[in-house]
């Protein structure tokens, strides 16, 4: 435990065994905020510290300890103090199942923030839906899903990869008439490129002039795919690359882009995975004008934004870390969890679930996000370019916050649902043709 | 003459490039220089009091938050002739240009200080109501063909060349009386060449005046000739012009057939320069494995994280020479290769004395304690580092790419492909010219023997381990060239390197080279036939009915010692 | 080999693993009130301990007792876990989001029409207990056939089949495979028609794993210990000599290999039901290897060494990705490094050298010849 302000409880292990005992000895103690008394409030961090997702989910674990933190010293919640249980799920999904039934079971957290990719949280929902459990998801991901003890906080697709096509189509954009879809081969790339697809043919693009490429997770050897997207883009018609590659397989895919010299003017590569994390580990020069769409951008030059930097430089005492999407996204579901618990005056699951929908909480980066009755929140959109200081440029923005559909109008099986987890309805995939509640429905 | 010739050229450039035109009043292009010019001479004058809403002018484009309208502006200071003009640029191209909140202010923020753009004088406007003039891919475009334009006529030799270039692979038909211009008064052939390329490409692009068809054919014919993907996108968007002749159109339709048959020869190359430097990596990441495992016999599952520990020192090392000496940052990697190397053998030598020298004789048991190592040692790095990935950037002379023909040689991938031949060279006369060599061959095929005949072997081992860590790190070296440098790094290599070392038969570097090639040139062959991940598999596949078929590889080592 | 230690008390603790087991589900069905009382999550931890177990029993099968050091049994395991999973899949039936009575939500996401020809029949249990055995071992005899023939062994052998289990973890990984990518299986709900998510599903789940793990310890122990186990430890210390006199040591191996292969693939069949999800993760060679160190700490070749082993380093994986969750990578590292300095022979060698280390004389040459070709 290497950080001091981190309130770590330890748990009831107690019917464990012995050597549980044994250990707990051993543990250490826990560290409170002075202000705030009465029985602590836990919540749960569910974020790997170690393997291969280590390198984009211990920032936010680092982001949650800072939030727990500060709203201690305001005198936490309702008068009782927060206490952040961390727990290591080690890039493995089986262990995401099993510790999110320890912080359900054992711990008896709260809300729990957590997970990164589509799997993890896939691999909790039934977890949090047997022990009826609040999640926080602080990610954009693929949609299709609507779970009614999931929050979604970061950007379901038509809150980032429909506006971004239409910046490319767009002059400013460069008017963009072939493109590449290029991604890891996994959930969140193909339902994202099947939407996108659908988008683009509706667009007039037609389907020669689409290329579609999944490439494996921590791809490093990205040659070949750079020298067919070349060539793909040498039909005379000017031509963007939609990234969707996963985090760790970005660097190396940006290096070879700009070895073999493909400018942003030339071939713009959109990407809906790369933030300020990722580009911290690349000498961004060669990647100038490179664009990607957020909801958020540490660029962005707002009071809160820069509250919100300035607590996280101090928090983690390094001037350096940079903050991206998914740490606003954080934000915003921390502060809206408090709002609710608050409003209800208790941490009862039930009820804080049934207060979230309609709760508003500003954004950093301006504007308001809005729990729908589907679980998601509107977002301001943003395209940015990148510039040679690691940082995103906004060259586009959306005039207002957009709401999010859980369910896409562009695959042909989803055009029909919807979500609304209010009262009559009650359902997270109603058939609004059918006027029927498909799979399970929440008494 | 000649000189209102290309200023009618700039002309046109501003009347094609800009639709802003329309709304922009024409006169204040020919008549602010001229009155900027006045002003400037006579520095001393107090500047006129601002007028409550100044007339817009060709400047007061660039305050807008429009980057049409940014960019028409770009087209039409471009035009202009002025000192004013070429600063104003310059000064955008590098970030020092900011506007005023009030669409029409703007100045120039470099190590100077603030000055006022229209006027040059220094100024002192309030931070909070500027902001940098907004840039995107559209106004750097604009940026690029403006400065391409200035080039052609004004710049020197190599940058009227690289101007030509430039224009000859993004053709602007705007520029094309200044191809003229400058075809006309060039006297350099290569210049003449490329200004050529640029002039066929500009009239077969969409937006060109309209050429007779021999014209268009010509134009065809020197694409053909040029080749290239490039040709071939002009040509593509040629063929695809349904008011052009349909002779020319068929023609471009035939060169682009061409350049097709031409790629496709040239891709075999590049296909096989792909699989070299791949090969190259899995030889460099593998060849300190194969001193450690195959002379060893030592199944070192932390190797790849000596890998990672190699990248991290040359994250060190570039850290350290941009604090102490940012003169030399070109040179960090020279620096870093002897750094990794010194610090993983160092490493690896802790390695031996305090684990491995405790197992020899129980090969499995360090495949176990060296897989708890590597466990320690990524959280170590995680701990000190933290688990984000940490830049290491290439030098200028390692970054882009020349062209070989129809092949793109990336200079980093080159770089590597050297580098992993100058560490084969240096390993392989240090196992065959010297005296450590001798006695690691002599340890390995026979151990007791060795011992008897007076080799100090747990020296020897020290010292083997010691050279193969220290390889593994000037793998590092390489591979913070081309991949992420996380704790993760080692764990991506680990099992490729094993496979290379076993295929290629343990205890041969040789058979470590040509298993890194054929693993490297197979699967960049089957990559873009079956796909990346299937091509890996069906490698996969490949290697493991070969070892079933050579169970020891494809070089197997003999010698007493080895046979069970 | 000599009947050592842990060996020699198999039954005794299967019979424990039983007791304890029933138990652990007895407690699970009491009310909370109750100072008995166990919380479910020890159940399915305890659930997917035992699973593991059985995976190691199966790598000490091959290891401890055929010198056959495998890398890459988690792709066993998980095959036997994808087997099990397209039952429970096919069982969730109209309750998956797209409410398709008969594709996975993973398919008709993917605008596929029908089933491919692979998951027919994966509506039965049965057809799936066939497949969780049938599948695994079909592949291991393949593998096996081919590699004990050529005399492939050492360390060429376990690189090959780490090799074999990344191949496979990167095909599982393809969408277009049918298994649902990255993703994998997982939101089951029933098996048989009870629901997984009940207490009593997962009680009886417990015991039922208990008791399998307990058979196949047992029969592992009947395998090794006859005139087939004495022909299997003079394979593996000596081959060549075995040989000389007449035995075909590759089809020795193979029916260890096959036979191992199939328990593992028990394991992940049990692992699934009560860990509620199978993904291409489970391929990754790092699972392997862990594998070989659960047996490693607990000690090789003696059956119940790897059941206490897999249990111990798991429990203590549990405890320290709660508690340290920043550190415990060093400690779990440390754990394994100082288990094969001090412990060659695991916890189980450690209660064997306190009951008659000094009693046994161990063959130096044996030693040596054993390790060369393990």
Redesign the interface.
């Known amino acids: 435990m290497t950080d001091p302000t981190m309130c770590v409880s330890r748990r009831d292990f107690a019917r464990f065994s012995l050597a549980a005992s044994a250990a707990m000895l051993v543990g250490g103690k826990t560290a409170r905020a002075a202000a705030p008394t009465g029985e602590p409030i836990r919540i749960g961090v569910l974020h790997s510290l170690s393997g291969t997702m280590a390198i984009s989910e211990t920032t936010l674990k680092d982001v949650i300890l800072m939030l727990v933190d500060l709203q201690n010293k305001k005198g936490g919640v309702g008068g009782r103090p927060l206490e952040a249980v961390v727990v290591d799920p080690a890039s493995n999904w089986p262990l995401y199942t099993e510790k999110a039934r320890q912080l359900l079971a054992v711990d008896k957290v709260a809300a729990v923030f957590g997970c990164w990719t589509s799997v993890s949280r896939k691999a909790v929902l039934p977890v949090f839906e047997e022990l009826n459990g609040i999640l926080f998801y602080p990610v954009q991901y693929e949609g299709q899903e609507c779970s009614r003890n999931v929050f979604y906080m970061g950007a379901a697709p038509n809150q980032q990869a429909i506006p971004a096509v239409d910046y490319l189509l767009g002059e400013d954009g460069g008017s963009a008439r072939r493109f590449a879809l290029i991604g890891t081969d996994y959930v969140y790339p193909r339902t994202t490129n099947q939407i996108l697809q659908a988008y683009l043919k509706q667009k007039g693009i037609a389907d020669a002039d689409v290329m579609v490429s999944y490439m494996p997770f921590g791809q490093s050897d990205w040659q070949t795919t750079v020298s067919q997207i070349k060539a793909f883009g040498s039909a005379g018609k000017k031509t963007a690359v939609i990234s969707t590659i996963n985090g760790d397989a970005n660097v190396p895919f940006y290096k070879e882009l700009g070895a073999q010299g493909i400018a942003a003017t030339d071939i713009p590569v959109m990407a809906f995975s790369v933030g300020e994390e990722e580009l911290a580990g690349m000498d961004t020069k060669p990647l100038v004008g490179q664009l990607a769409a957020w909801n958020y951008f540490e660029s962005i030059d707002t009071p809160a934004n820069k509250a919100f930097i300035n607590a996280w430089h101090t928090f983690t005492k390094s001037p350096k870390r940079v903050t991206n999407d998914p740490m606003e996204a954080h934000y915003i579901g921390f502060n809206l969890w408090v709002q609710a618990v608050e409003k209800t005056g208790t941490t009862d699951h039930d009820k804080v679930i049934a207060a979230m929908v309609g709760l508003k909480q500003p954004n950093l980066t301006g504007g308001i996000a809005e729990v729908l009755p589907n679980h998601h929140i509107t977002k301001p959109v943003y395209i940015g370019e990148i510039q040679d200081d690691g940082q995103f440029n906004v060259v586009w923005q959306t005039p207002q916050e957009i709401p999010a559909q859980a369910w896409s109008p562009y695959v042909p099986e989803t055009r029909n649902l919807t979500g609304d987890w209010r009262a009559p309805i009650s359902c997270g995939n109603y058939d609004t043709a059918k006027k029927a509640c498909l799979g399970t429905r929440h008494a | 003459m000649r000189d209102i010739r290309w200023r009618l050229a700039l002309a046109t450039i501003i009347l094609t490039a800009s639709g802003y035109m329309a709304v922009s009043p024409v006169q204040a292009q020919t008549d602010t220089p001229s009155a900027i010019q006045r002003q400037a001479d006579q520095p001393a004058a107090p500047a006129p009091v601002v007028a409550v809403t100044p007339a817009p002018d060709a400047y007061s484009g660039l305050a807008s938050t429009h ?2 309208v940014i960019a028409a502006s770009i087209a039409q200071i471009g035009s202009q002739e002025t000192p004013q003009a070429h600063d104003t640029l310059k000064a955008l191209a590098s970030h020092h240009l900011f506007a005023g909140n009030d669409g029409h202010a703007l100045y120039i923020h470099d190590g100077d200080g603030w000055r006022d753009v229209r006027t040059g004088i220094p100024a002192s406007p309030d931070p909070n109501q500027v902001h940098p003039v ?5 106004v ?2 604009a940026l ?1 063909e403006v400065q391409a334009g200035q080039a052609l006529v004004t710049g020197t030799p190599a940058q009227r060349l690289a101007a030509a270039s430039r224009l000859a692979e ?1 053709p602007d038909p705007a520029l094309l009386l200044l191809v003229d211009h400058a075809l006309d008064t060039s006297h350099d052939a290569a210049l003449d060449a490329t200004l050529k390329r640029a002039k066929a490409a500009i009239i077969l692009s969409p937006g060109a005046p309209v050429s007779n068809p021999a014209t268009l054919l010509a134009a065809v014919a020197s694409l053909r000739a040029q080749g290239g ?2 040709s ?9 012009n349904e008011t052009a002749p349909t002779q020319a159109r068929d023609a471009a339709r035939h060169a682009m057939a061409s350049i097709d048959r031409r ?1 496709k020869i040239w891709a075999l190359g ?2 096989a320069f ?1 699989g070299l ?2 090969g190259s ?1 899995l030889l460099l990441v593998a060849m300190g494995l194969a001193i450690t ?1 195959g002379v060893m ?1 030592v ?1 070192n ?1 932390a190797h790849g994280e000596l890998v990672m520990l190699g990248a991290y020192t040359t994250y060190l090392v570039q850290k350290g020479v941009l604090a102490v000496a940012p003169g030399l940052s070109g040179f960090t990697l020279v620096l870093a290769a002897p750094a990794a190397f010194v610090v993983c053998s160092a490493i690896g030598v802790l390695i031996e004395r305090s ?1 491995i020298r ?2 020899y ?9 060296t ?6 040692i ?3 790095v ?2 000190v580092f ?9 030098p200028g002379w390692l ?3 020349f062209q070989l023909g129809g092949m ?1 040689i ?4 080159l770089a590597i492909m050297l580098f992993a031949a100058a560490v084969m060279v240096a390993l392989m006369l240090v196992l065959r010219r010297t005296a450590l060599g001798l006695e690691m061959r002599a340890v390995t095929q026979n151990r007791r023997m060795a011992t008897l005949m007076g080799i100090r072997t747990a020296r020897v081992d020290a010292l083997t381990f010691a050279l193969g860590s220290g390889v593994a790190g000037l793998a590092g070296v390489a591979v913070s ?8 790094l080692g ?2 290599y680990i ?1 490729d390197s ?2 290379v070392v ?1 295929f290629g038969g ?1 205890g041969n570097l040789w058979g470590t080279l040509a298993a890194a090639m054929t693993l490297g040139i197979g ?2 062959t089957l ?2 036939l079956l ?4 091509g ?2 069906l490698l ?2 490949l ?3 070969f ?3 050579c ?3 494809m070089f197997p080592l003999r010698g007493r010692g080895i046979e ?1 | 080999m000599t009947a050592g230690f842990g060996f020699r008390n198999v039954p005794r603790i299967a019979c424990m693993v039983v007791i304890v087991a029933g138990f652990l589900s007895l407690g699970s069905l009491l009310p909370d009130s109750n100072p008995l009382s166990v919380s479910p999550f020890i159940v399915t931890l305890v659930g997917k301990y035992l699973a593991y177990a059985m995976l190691a029993v199966a790598v000490d099968l091959v290891w401890g007792f055929a010198g056959i050091l495998t890398l890459g049994h988690a792709a066993f395991f998980a095959l036997g876990g994808y087997a099990m999973g397209m039952y429970l899949t096919r069982e969730i039936g109209t309750r998956g989001v797209y409410g398709n009575p008969d594709l996975p939500d993973f398919m008709v996401f993917l605008s596929w029409k029908s089933l491919p020809w692979y998951w027919w029949g994966s509506n039965h249990i049965l057809m799936a207990i066939v497949l969780v055995f049938l599948v695994p071992g079909i592949l291991a005899g393949l593998f096996g056939w081919l590699a004990f023939r050529s005399r492939v062994s050492g360390v060429y052998l376990s690189i090959v089949t780490q090799a074999l289990t990344y191949a496979l973890m990167l095909a599982f990984f393809q969408n277009g495979l049918g298994f649902g990518g990255n993703n994998g299986l997982t939101d089951f709900k029933d098996i048989l028609g009870f629901d997984l998510h009940s207490q009593t599903t997962r009680a009886t789940m417990l015991v039922f794993s208990a008791l399998l793990l307990a058979g196949t310890m047992i029969g592992a122990r009947w395998l090794v210990s006859g005139r087939f186990g004495r022909l299997l430890i003079a394979v593996r210390d000596a081959e060549s000599r075995t040989r000389f006199l007449g035995y075909r040591p590759e089809q020795v191996k193979l029916l260890v290999w096959v036979v191992s292969a199939m328990i593992a693939a028990l394991g992940g069949a049990l692992y699934v039901i009560q860990v509620g999800i199978i993904n291409p993760g489970e391929f990754a060679p790092a699972n392997s290897i862990e594998s070989v160190i659960w047996v490693a700490v607990g000690g090789r070749g003696t059956i119940c060494g790897a059941v206490i082993g897999a249990v111990l380093v798991n429990f203590g994986k549990t405890l320290l990705t709660a508690w340290l969750p920043e550190a415990w990578l060093y400690g779990l590292g440390l754990l394994f490094i100082l288990t094969t300095l001090f412990l060659p022979e695991g916890l189980m060698g450690l209660g064997h050298q306190v009951m008659r280390r000094r009693a046994e004389v161990t063959p130096e040459v044996t030693q040596t010849e054993g390790d060369a070709e393990s």
């Not at chain 2, 897989?371 to 320690?376: K, N």
């Not at chain 2, 060239?481 to 996380?486: A, C, L």
């Not at chain 2, 796909?531 to 299937?534: F, I, M, N, R």
Request: charged residues 15%.
């Open positions: 980057f049409d907004r840039v995107n891919n559209r750097r475009l690029a993004h993907l490039t071939r996108a002009v040509l593509a968007g040629f063929a695809g790629e590049q296909q792909y430097s791949l990596v495992f016999g199944i599952m684990l405790f197992l004789g129980r090969p499995l048991e360090t495949l176990l304690a897989w708890g190592l590597s466990l320690i990524q959280q170590a995680r701990s933290g688990s984000t990935n940490v830049a290491v950037s290439t970054s882009g790419a793109t990336t200079m980093n991938r060239q081309i991949d992420n440098v996380s704790p993760n764990q991506g099992i094993f496979l076993v343990v699967g960049k990559e873009p796909g990346a991940v299937s890996k598999i996969l596949v290697v493991i009915v070892i079933q078929r169970p020891r590889g069970s």
